[in-house]
């Protein structure tokens, strides 16, 4: 028996980094790190990742380092196996260079979990939920969560307007859930 590609939901992520330090003047913007509020925010965070059905089985991450310690925070949380790659291509990515990368995950990963920057993550969750070009359709503050299903069976036939928005949690409001 012959069996038929079947479309199977795949859930996406997509986290911006916590908020970060400007009070070094000496350090370049791909270097700072989280304040003290990003670092607080952290806890929120991995508190979120304890709840998600099903957990990423892939994080893919801008290297900078405030998205480092993001998704270092972030992966406390979590207990099942996952993998993470640092893709310099996603630092000050547009949501064009957001989606291509996305559309490069392999068949057989079933959720995924982007962590960036604005203003390419604002941009890209505008565009991929309702085919909006205009940036603040969606407000991506630092620390905010978004969670999405769609019904495709390979990564590749992501694009606008192809999936539905399950969950958003603005960055203020990860260090006050589920205490």
């Avoid at 925010?41 to 508190?47: F, I, V």
């Avoid at 606008?160 to 928005?165: D, I």
Wanted: hydrophobic share 35%; charged share 20%; with cysteine.
């Amino acid at each position: 028996m012959e069996k038929t590609a079947q479309n199977q939901t795949k859930t996406l992520y997509l986290l911006r980094h916590a908020k970060s330090a400007w009070d070094n003047p000496n350090l370049s913007d791909f270097e700072r790190p989280l304040n003290k509020r990003g670092n607080e925010n952290l806890t929120g965070l991995a508190k979120i990742a304890t709840i998600l059905n099903p957990p990423p089985e892939l994080i893919v991450t801008s290297p900078s380092r405030r998205t480092l310690d993001t998704v270092n925070g972030f992966c406390r949380g979590m207990s099942t196996q996952f993998s993470i790659e640092e893709e310099k291509e996603l630092y000050q990515a547009s949501k064009e260079e957001i989606l291509n990368r996305i559309q490069k995950v392999p068949e057989k990963i079933q959720s995924l979990l982007i962590v960036g920057h604005n203003p390419g993550l604002e941009e890209f969750i505008s565009w991929i939920l309702i085919g909006s070009t205009v940036s603040n359709a969606f407000r991506v503050t630092t620390g905010s969560f978004f969670q999405m299903a769609s019904n495709i069976s390979v990564w590749s036939e992501f694009g606008p307007q192809s999936a539905a928005l399950q969950l958003m949690i603005p960055g203020r409001f990860s260090s006050k859930l589920l205490k």
